[in-house]
Structure formats: structure tokens, C-alpha cells
């Protein structure tokens, strides 16, 4: 009885899919609609049990898959990262959140009043508007 007590145990142990868990940005953004359809599109797959989570953007999420994945458990980290955040951790950054903890801080009400009130506009967008003659 034991011997069979093992085995159904063991059976159910190796046919729980493993959990991946992809680190997104804020809710309302673009980026949690993305690892919210990757997600489905694994889960529709059979292969993992995934599931789209709301965090604090690209160094948060490499930090989630540097110290939370554990594939002992079978739970894998995953998400979002932005170029510069992605180079960092392929260079070795000694501390990822310490090389952006100065904008953790930013608010744009921070942001505003250190500029006098005024907060300039992305050169990009100026351009694009002024080729489609909507700015002046």
C-alpha cells in the first residue's frame, strides 16, 4: 500500500506543468497586454501553466528572474525588459536598481517643477508632427 501511495504521489509530482510567471509593467500599459497574450498563447499550448503579473517595469523584472526563479520548483520568471536595462544585466551591472534608483524616486510633479514648470516636448515627436504639418 505504501509502494502504491508513492507512485500516485510521484505520478502527480511529474505531471504538474512547470509555472512561468511573466514580469510585465503596469497594468493599463502596452507591455501587460503583451505578457498577458504570451501567456494565453502558452497556456493554450498545454506546455507550462503561465500567467501575466503587474511589476515595476524592466530592472524589476530581471531582478525577479536573477533571484525568484527556481527550477526546483518549477517556477521560471520571465518579462518585458527595455535595451538599456537588458545591456546592464548582460555587462554584470553590480546592482541593477541601484543604477536607476535616482528615477524610482521621479514623480511628475518632481519632474515638472525642476523644469520651471515646463516639460519639453520629444524632439521625435516635434519632427513627426512637422512633416505631417500639424505642428508650426
Known amino acids: 500500500m505504501r509502494w502504491l501511495v ?16 511573466i514580469g510585465t ?12 497574450a504570451v501567456a494565453e498563447i502558452l497556456n493554450k499550448a498545454g506546455v507550462v501553466q503561465a500567467q ?12 525577479l528572474l536573477r533571484d525568484r526563479t527556481d527550477p ?12 538599456d536595462a537588458a545591456l546592464m544585466a548582460y555587462q554584470g551591472e553590480p546592482s541593477l536598481y541601484a543604477a536607476v ?9 518632481n519632474a515638472v517643477r525642476s523644469r520651471g514648470g515646463k516639460v519639453p516636448y520629444h524632439e ?13
Request: glycine share 18%; with cysteine; proline share 3%.
Open 25 to 36: 509593467g503596469g497594468v493599463g500599459g502596452v507591455y501587460f497586454y503583451y505578457g498577458t
Open 52 to 63: 501575466a503579473m503587474q511589476s515595476g517595469g524592466s530592472i524589476e523584472n530581471l531582478m
Open 101 to 109: 534608483a535616482p528615477a524610482r524616486d521621479t514623480t511628475l510633479e
Open 72 to 83: 526546483a520548483r518549477g517556477v521560471y520568471y520571465c518579462g518585458t525588459v527595455l535595451p
Open 6 to 21: 508513492v507512485v500516485v504521489g510521484l505520478g502527480m509530482a511529474l505531471a504538474q506543468k512547470h509555472q512561468v510567471l
Open 124 to 136: 521625435g515627436a516635434v519632427r513627426y508632427f512637422r512633416e505631417r504639418g500639424v505642428w508650426r
